[in-house]
């Protein structure tokens, strides 16, 4: 991790900009470096809104604005099982989109930067004890307590360009019974509910959206010419449960995401939460656009 960052420090002194270099030492470039990097627009930065609880509102919004995958199909499975559905966007859709939402309840936006230590990004109180949530499939009872999901992000050079490397984890602080113990304040017991981190990485011409969906439930799009979408030029965005069920519909737990982003529980009551995950790259990190051309060879018109 620290390495990456290393990588890039270094491989930031060779580009021109105000200060050559000349008559400084290697740690002194090298210093000036690592600050550029952990400025102000090199990092994570993640928003929340929080809207109503509807999910097709929420699919409508956001499904027509997607572009590209956001995740390998491995990745993207683990997410969806545990809940949630992650979603690429240009960076210049975010405002149409926060427009198809509708009402916006709240909104909150933090610069988190290079996180090097892990660092919660979104929460959500369980003021009941007994409650249980599906992690990757499997249902963990929770006491009262707080859910958490926690983070770590560092910028990281690829072929293509730099990009945002995340690490996301959902852990859970139980509550401490009574506050105190002997005197002394109690600290929450934290559990780690995923050890092995949902790994993405962040390409800075776009920004990511982070909502929750029940498993087994795909958006679809109608053809936007036909049927009931023809009269507004717009796809028209379903969901859809996936057959192949067997037996009785059953009211199972929730999954990790939607106990994280739902305000209270499935359906449309109460509110959800959207986080934007947006990653800053500056622009001295970004690979030439322009291509180097061949030396002209000697006889020939330069």
Avoid: K
């Amino acid at each position: 991790m620290l390495g990456a960052i290393g990588v890039l420090a270094l491989g930031a002194c060779s580009g021109t900009d105000s200060t050559d270099g000349v008559g400084m030492s290697l740690g002194d470039r090298a210093s000036i470096a690592f600050d550029r990097m952990v400025s102000a627009d090199n990092g994570l930065e993640v928003r929340r809104w929080t809207v109503g609880a509807d999910p097709l509102v929420v699919a409508a919004a956001v499904l027509p604005a997607a572009s590209g995958e956001a995740t390998d199909e491995a990745m993207q499975a683990r997410l969806d099982r545990n809940g949630f559905r992650l979603l690429r966007v240009p960076l210049d859709s975010l405002e149409s989109i926060r427009a198809a939402l509708g009402s916006i309840i709240s909104t909150s936006s933090a610069w988190h930067g290079q996180i090097l230590d892990w660092r919660e990004i979104a929460t959500r109180p369980m003021e009941l004890g007994g409650q249980a949530v599906f992690v990757n499939g499997r249902a963990v009872r929770l006491e009262p307590g707080t859910l958490r999901l926690i983070a770590r992000a560092w910028t990281t050079p690829t072929l293509d360009g730099p990009v945002l490397y995340v690490e996301l984890v959902p852990e859970y602080a139980v509550t401490p019974v009574g506050g105190r113990a002997r005197g002394r304040n109690r600290a929450p017991a934290t559990i780690v509910l995923d050890p092995d981190p949902m790994i993405i990485e962040l390409d800075p011409a776009y920004a990511y959206l982070l909502v929750c969906e029940t498993p087994g439930v795909r958006w679809r799009t109608d053809d936007p010419t036909t049927g009931a979408a023809a009269a507004t030029g717009a796809p028209a965005v379903r969901r859809e449960v996936e057959s192949g069920a067997v037996g009785p519909d059953v009211d199972v737990p929730r999954t990790v995401g939607e106990a994280l982003l739902l305000g209270r529980g499935r359906g449309d009551t109460g509110s959800r939460d959207v986080l934007i995950l947006v990653p800053r790259v500056p622009a001295f990190l970004e690979p030439p656009t322009d291509t180097p051309t061949d030396p002209p060879v000697a006889g020939e018109d330069a």
